[in-house]
């Protein structure tokens, strides 16, 4: 499968950004989907993920400002961000584990200015 990610950009804070994530290759609609972002000087981190039943889950730091959706019919993720904060500046990958094989987005750039 490949993951094609975009929607990042500049933006101030208390901004939005919409994420998508286009998978490609076989059907994600049976896969839980996730958000991973880093930071400069920082390790990867998850940011939310979603089941194939739609279940989310998000970490701390964006409960309340981050939406994960999905679109099985686009065979699509997507990261609603609100109230972004300069904290948020990372680089933004899809991810998704099928069987025993890792599969990464190639990022997109978030970077939020004070």
């Known amino acids: 499968v490949q993951l094609q990610a975009s929607g990042g950009g500049l933006v101030q804070a208390g901004g939005s950004l919409r994420l998508s994530c286009a998978a490609s290759?076989?059907?994600?609609?049976?896969?839980?989907m996730n958000w991973y972002r880093q930071a400069p000087g920082k390790e990867r981190e998850l940011v939310a993920h979603i089941s194939s039943g739609g279940t989310t889950y998000y970490e701390d730091p964006v409960k309340g400002r981050f939406t994960i959706s999905r679109d099985n019919a686009k065979n699509s993720v997507y990261l609603n961000m609100i109230s972004l904060k300069p904290e948020d500046t990372a680089v933004y990958y899809c991810y998704v584990k099928m069987g025993l094989y890792d599969y990464w987005g190639q990022g997109t750039q978030v970077t939020v200015s004070s």
């Open positions: 290759g076989r059907t994600i609609s049976t896969e839980t």
